[in-house]
Nanobody, 115 residues
Framework: QVQLVESGGGLVQPGGSLRLSCAASGITFRSYVMAWYRQVPGKQRELVASVTSTGTINYADSVKGRFTISRVNVRNTAYLEMTSLKPEDTAVYYC?????????WGQGTQVTVSS
């Protein structure tokens, strides 16, 4: 059974930082592209960042220079380090694992940026 479990969300003030974690089980983690998405009510889920099995990284323009995606294959875990957070970063953040036609999602973790 495949599971992706996100953690690390919460309430943070503007300018603050959070680190999200995505712990995977039931997959050959090192072979999967890992990505973080986010979604706000009434809007489409959007890609925030991704890291391939070979370490190629991409970011949405809105988070470049502020967010850092990483993966530790021996821990079967992906991370999203978020700094200089803005109110517009408020969303539910989801982890996704993709390999060929297989795609798995986590349950999401809420990030709220507010004073």
């Amino acid at each position: 059974q495949v599971q992706l479990v996100e953690s690390g969300g919460g309430l943070v003030q503007p300018g603050g930082s959070l680190r999200l974690s995505c712990a995977a089980s039931g997959i050959t983690f090192r072979s999967y592209v890992m990505a973080w998405y986010r979604q706000v009510p009434g809007k489409q889920r959007e890609l925030v960042a991704s890291v391939t099995s070979t370490g190629t990284i991409n970011y949405a323009d809105s988070v470049k220079g502020r967010f850092t995606i990483s993966r530790v294959n021996v821990r079967n875990t992906a991370y999203l380090e978020m700094t200089s957070l803005k109110p517009e970063d408020t969303a539910v953040y989801y982890c996704k694992a993709t390999r060929l036609i297989r795609e798995y999602w986590g349950q999401g973790t809420q990030v709220t940026v507010s004073s």
